[in-house]
C-alpha cells in the first residue's frame, strides 16, 4: 500500500500521478530514464567537482563558488547574491564560505564603491594559478566525456538542455505556487 499524504486519505503516488491514460505522457519510460541519466551525470559531476576542490584544499561548495565568481566576474567582482543565486543557494551560506575562502587565500571581499552593503568577491591571483595549473587535467577530462560531440553538436545538446532548465525552474516555480 503507498503511504498516505498527511493532508488527505489519498496516496501520495496516486496524488502525484494522473490516474487516466491521457493525462500520462506519450514518452513516459523515456523521460523517466533521462530523468535517472541526469541524475547519475549529476553525481559524477559532483564527484569531479570535489576531486578539483581537494586538489587546491578546500570543499565542493567552496569550488563552486570559486567557479560561479570566476565565471561571473568582469573586472569589478561579484556581488554575493549574483554567486548565491548562480548557485541557488542562500547568500548566508555564500557569505560564510566566502569569508573562509577569503581567509585561505583564494579570494577578496571588497564594500561595492556605490553601496557599501553590498559585499563584491573576486579571486586572487593565487586562485587563477591553480586554477591554470589544473585546467591541462581538465581539459583532458572533459575532452574524454564529451569526445562523441563535435563543437556544433554539443552547442545545440547544451542549447537544449538550457531550454530544459528554464521549464524546470518554471515547473519548479509552478509547484511552490500550488500549481
Known sequence: MAPLNNTSAAPVEAAA???????????????????????TINVHLEELRYFWAKRIGISGPQWMILMAIAELDRGEGVAVNAAAKRLHVDPSFVT?????????????????????????????????????ELEAQQLQIFSFIFEEFDAPELATFTDKLAGLKERFEKASARLSMGL
Open 17 to 39: 500521478q494522473p490516474q487516466t491514460a491521457e493525462h500520462q505522457p506519450k514518452n513516459r519510460d523515456a523521460i523517466i530514464r533521462f530523468a535517472r541519466e541526469i541524475a
Open 96 to 132: 560564510t564560505q566566502s569569508k573562509l575562502l577569503e581567509k585561505k587565500g583564494f579570494m577578496l571581499r571588497r564594500p561595492a564603491s556605490n553601496d557599501a552593503r553590498v559585499v563584491l568577491m573576486s579571486l586572487t591571483s593565487k586562485t587563477s594559478d591553480q586554477f591554470a
